[in-house]
């Protein structure tokens, strides 16, 4: 199974709101990473985890949390949430070589 | 300057025709994988292809790391190609996967 899950598909979140989203995979792999997809933009890597130690990106390192509480589940939170964070939020997972992704969650804040 | 670029930036192909799509790297890569983005939806990984040459059913890659480059060639092009396609690799070691900005590749019939 090379499956990774993503929850919800899409999300609505109201300007200032906290905005949790879930990611699972069950291939054992050690690193779990967060894209953030903008429509004709490349993917943007916002964090990554290797194991227990989280790598967040310097130009979001304010704007996003992570928590991964055991090797399958890997969160991203956003506080306050801004018109900004509309997005596509795609989470993916590797074991050293290709990475696999989920569905991603379509969050649109209003 | 841009550490990944992609091109063209856009094509648009008569269904059968073939298209070779390009990535250029600026420093040391590894872990080099093609993707696919049809609008709206995820990245599909098309062909994980570090060095050499991969084929897998339409769709060929030729990665030269001496000279950090990769290429993707569609062959005999239908209009479910249509999308974006990324090439996206680790560079140095970063221990993450930077993305090129993508080609988007629209086929008409």
């Known amino acids: 199974d090379t499956t990774v899950k993503q929850n919800p598909r899409y999300k609505l979140a109201r300007v200032g709101k906290p905005v949790n989203l879930i990611c699972s995979q069950t291939?054992?792999?050690?690193?779990m990473y967060w894209y953030q997809k903008k429509p004709n933009q490349a993917p943007k890597l916002l964090l990554f985890?290797?194991?227990?130690?989280?790598?967040r990106e310097a130009d979001t390192f304010e704007k996003f949390q992570s928590s991964r509480p055991n090797n399958s589940f890997c969160s991203l939170y956003i506080g306050s949430a801004g018109l900004e964070y509309s997005a596509m939020y795609l989470c993916?997972?590797?074991?050293?070589?290709?990475?696999?992704f989920g569905h991603g969650t379509k969050l649109s804040v209003l | 300057g841009q550490q990944v670029q992609q091109s063209p930036a856009s094509l648009v192909l008569q269904e059968g025709e073939n298209a070779e799509l390009q990535c250029n790297f600026s420093?040391?890569?590894?872990?080099l994988q093609w993707f696919y983005q049809r609008p709206g939806g995820s990245l599909v990984s098309l062909l994980y292809?570090?060095?050499g040459t991969k084929h897998t059913g339409r769709l060929t890659s030729t990665t030269v790391t001496k000279e950090r480059r990769s290429s993707l060639h569609i062959s005999s092009s239908q209009t479910t190609d249509s999308g974006t396609y990324f090439c996206?690799?680790?560079?140095?070691?970063?221990?993450?996967?930077?993305f090129g900005e993508g080609t988007q590749v629209t086929v008409i019939s």
């Open positions: 985890y290797y194991d227990k130690i989280l790598n």
């Open positions: 996206a690799m680790e560079l140095g070691l970063s221990g993450k996967l930077t």
């Open positions: 420093s040391t890569a590894t872990r």
């Open positions: 993916a997972s590797s074991q050293g070589e290709r990475l696999f």
């Open positions: 291939m054992n792999h050690d690193t």
């Open positions: 292809n570090p060095s």
